[in-house]
C-alpha cells in the first residue's frame, strides 16, 4: 500500500517531499507554518495580503498607522477613490515580510508567497508588479498566483532577473482557466513551473460559483491532465481541496498529480496565526456549520464558518486603514452596501450589513472564520482534554501524518 512518501515533487533536479502547504490570507499561514514545510521537505507559503499589516505585527513597523494618519481626513468621506497605497513602502513591507521568512528557512524544501489578483490596491497593475518583483528580490523560492485569472501577471515580472529561475505557478479551477493563462503568457517564452489546480472543497475563496457541489476535483484534475498530454505539456499539476488524509493524497497522487496542497488540517496547528478561539470553532464545528457564501466583496463564493464573527457586522469601512479591495476606482462592494443601509439608518446605530463583509479589517481581525469542507473532521485529528478544548497540534505532525499514513488513518497525538 503506498504512502505519500512513495513520491516525489520534481523541479529540474530538485526532488521535494509532495506536500505543499497551501497560502492562507492575512497571516494564517505564518512564516512558521511555511518554514516547518520548507525544513520537512515540502513546500509552505506566505501570503501577501495586507503584508503591510503582517509586517507591523512582525517587526513592529507603522506602515498601517502612518496610512491611517496619511488619509485621516478621508475617513468620513464615502469616496475612497483618492486612497492609494505608497508603492515604495509596499515594497519595502513586502522585502521585509519574505526577506525575514527567507533568512529564517532551513532545510531542503521551499518556501512559496501566495499572491492574489484580486487584492486590487486601488491600482491594480502598479501594486501587482511591486508586489510580484519584490518577492523575487527578497529571495522567495516561488511565487503563487491565487485569486484570479493573473493574464497579465507574469509579464509584469519579465524583466526581473530571476523570472526565469524562481518557480512560478498559477491556481486554476478549471481546464479553461488554465488554457487562458497559457495563451496569454505564450508569448513570454516562459511555462508555469507547476499548476494547482483547486476544486470545490478547499478554504478560502473558491474558483467556482454557487454551483459549486456540481464539480469535482478528480474529475477536473483528469481533465487538465489529457489536456497536458495532448499539448505535450510536462509541468507537475499540484491538486487541492479536500484532501484530508495521506490515503486521499496518494489517490491523486496516482492519476495524474505530481504533489497535493494542503491547508484545513493546518488550521489548527500550533504554527498557524489564527487564535486559539478560532482554532477551538474550527476543531468544534459540525458540517452543517460550515458554509459558502458570497459575503466576499471579491466578488467570488468564500467557504467559511456560520458562526464567523464578521458575518452581519456593519463597521465603517476602513480603507483609510487597509483598502486592499479597492478596485482601482475607489470602489468595493462592501462601501456600497455599508452606504445603502446608512441611508436607511441614518442614526448610524446599530447598522448590520448582511450581503457583504469589510473583508480586510475582518480578516485582520481574524474574524472571517474561513476552512475547507472538511473542517467538520478536525475533531478526528486530535484529543479532546478534560476542560472540554481540544488539543493544537504541530504542523511536523500534522505534516508527517500525511507523509507516511496508509488505510486513511490519522495519527493522534501522543
Ligand atoms: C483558512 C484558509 C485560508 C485560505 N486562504 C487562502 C488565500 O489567502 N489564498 C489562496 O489562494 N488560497 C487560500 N486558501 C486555500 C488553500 O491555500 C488551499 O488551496 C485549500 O484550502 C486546500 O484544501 P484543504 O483546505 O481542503 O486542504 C485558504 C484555505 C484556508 C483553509
Redesign the pocket.
Known sequence: MKRVDDFRLKFGKKELVPIMI?????D??TAELALEAARLGGVG?I?D?LVHDVSDRRFDTEYVKGKTKFYKANINNSDKSSVQFNLGQLAEATKLHIGRTMEAKRGEGLVFV?V?EKLTMNGPRETLQVRLNSALDAGIDGI?L??GLHLGSFALMADHPRFRDAKLGI?VSSVRALQLFLRKTARLDRLPDFV?I?GP?????LGFGLDWAQYDLATIVAEIAAYMKAEQLDIPLIA?????TGSDGVSFLENGAAAI?????F?ISNECG?PGKAKQAYFKASEEDVVVNTISPTGYPMRMLRNSPAIGTGLRPNCEAYGYLLDGNGNCSYIEAYNREITLHPDGKNISVKDKTCLCTQMQNYNVW?????TNRLKDTTRQLPDGSYQTLSAEHIFKDYQFSVDNQILLPA
Open positions: 497551501g497560502g492562507m490570507g492575512v494564517i499561514s507559503h501570503s495580503a501566495n492574489m503563487t491565487s485569486a491556481i494547482v483547486e472543497l478547499a478554504g478560502g475563496h487541492a481541496g479536500g484532501i484530508f496542497q494542503v491547508a484545513t488540517r488550521t489564527l474561513t476552512c475547507g469542507s472538511t
